[in-house]
């Protein structure tokens, strides 16, 4: 088994010059309009069949400001791979990988609703966790965890003297 | 005054032609036993087109963990999956354990492995009686519920609560075992057996159990992992894929334990893999009793003043350990700069830790890869083409937790 796993380890090194080791799993860094090919011959030629998550990570100090983050998984070799994509905050589009894995659908409307990543190729964007009108992307580290937007209106104004909601 | 408020959702089609009518069921509907609203399209009784919308439970989960320390953290996980919270406060610690190259003792991984087992029992009972209720089968619920609340009672003994157990701890848990308890786990477990023989002898061969649940809701194994299907889901499907078996955790890899799988991956696979799932984990728990007696003497905790709380008689009685308890409950425990993903075999399927630490008090990020929100991605491939009175049984078969999907 860990022959066949280190062999796995050496065609993706060979393949994903890229690759890095980390201490979970591999890590492919690479550009967000690369990462449907990139996925594509992860599933095709290396059995990663199974798409685990899509999530990003928020660095505002840094440009380009976003991590975004995939996990994959072989359900024949169990091996595991993360790949991830950096995306600054004017354009922050990657590849959809919908054409690839079904899973792709809601996980990628929720990275789009709380961090307004755009994911090309995947037509329904809708928000999933979220409600419809609701204003910014909450899992952003500039959108204060305090900030309200109650969908029902509430039903007494503050009393006097309490602070303003921050923005 | 217009009072109406704004729809909070957007369907994602009309009637299609006169002939077909879109019907909105749910967030709260006794056929959607989560809070979970799907939109469907109807051409009599048979199902068109499904729109699935969750996020009625959402709370903020992930932007809260960034808040707060990694300690802190344990009873918010444990809100997660409700049903079998300890299988989340395993896998969260073990996120953390790994972050910091934590090793637990011997007697720790076996208690966390015996408890989440015990944890998968309740869960898998919780869902396979409500999925019954559903179809009114009554006396069956009300089997595996007597079972259930003896289990709750017995985790209360130990933890403290029925639900919310908020027992793991990073490098440990929260406390070892009262006494006694071994011996009140081994009558439940006999317990157990009988009454889940009689819900076997109740529905399996019950026509009307068997006209609701065979061939409905079916969906084969590739594309059950095309949609990120795990856990029972999966395995119903036909694919033999356990994480406790594949990528060994905690003290799966000494235990001997088959992987029952479901043959075309319909309700009733999906029925029956979680009754043969509960039988493997009482076995494995027996199992555990005895490594427990064998091999599992000691501590239950790590000696690793990083995150391990001094005991309280120290704490009381020198300065060194007054500072330490401090630091651990101010500032939290010291977990290195990094990330990693880990993966438990939660009762649902795979639950996923993402964690990314900057070596600051909390994470910098936390994502949780919930099963239940991914089985909610592909549900309507198990809805769509059947009756509309099939959405009962399908939706209970899938044991949606509101709790773990909208986070």
Known sequence: MDSFRDKLDRQLAAAFPALAAAADMPVLALAGNQALAAARRLRDEFGFDMLSSVTAVDWPQRAPRFDVVW????????ARLRMKAQVGVDDPQVDS???????????????????????????????????????GYPLRKDYAKTHEQPLVPYREQPPAGRPAQEP | MDTRLPNPVRPAFGASSDDTVVVNIGPSHPATHGTVQIIAELSGEKVLRVDVH??????????????HTWHNLIPYVDRLNYCSALINDFAYCDTVERLMAIEITPRCRYLRTLLAEYSRIADHMTC????????????AFLYLVTIRDQIYEHLADLTGARLTYSYGRIGGLARDLPPGWLE?????????????????????????FIDRMRNVGTIGAAEAIHWGYTGPMLRASGAPRDLRKDVPYLAYAELEFEVPVGII??????????????????????????????????????????????????VYGEIESLINHF???????RVPAGEVYVAHEAANGELGFYAVSTGGAGPYRLHVRSPSFVHMGGIHRMLENYQLADLVPTFGSVNMIGGECDR
């Open chain 1, 71 to 78: 996990h994959f998984y072989s359900t024949r070799s169990f």
């Open chain 1, 97 to 135: 990988l919908l054409p690839l894995y079904g899973a792709a659908a809601f996980m990628e409307r929720e990275c789009h609703e709380m961090f307004g990543i755009g994911f090309r190729g995947n037509p329904d964007l809708r928000p999933i966790l979220m409600y419809e009108g609701f204003v």
């Open chain 2, 54 to 67: 969750c996020g009625y439970l959402h709370r903020g989960f992930e932007k809260e963990c960034e808040a």
């Open chain 2, 128 to 139: 396979v009686a409500a999925a019954l209720m559903e179809l009114g089968a009554m006396t």
């Open chain 2, 184 to 208: 009140r786990l081994e009558k439940i477990l006999a317990d157990c057996d009988v009454f889940l023989g009689r819900v076997h002898g109740l529905v399996d061969r019950n026509r009307i």
């Open chain 2, 265 to 314: 991956g319909d309700n009733y696979d999906r029925y029956y893999v979680r009754m043969r799932e509960i039988d493997e984990s009482i076995h494995m728990i027996r199992q555990l009793v005895d490594l427990l007696e064998d091999k599992g003497q000691g501590p239950i905790e790590v000696d690793d003043r990083r995150c391990s709380f001094p005991p309280k008689e120290r």
């Open chain 2, 327 to 333: 630091k651990l409950v101010i500032d939290g425990p």
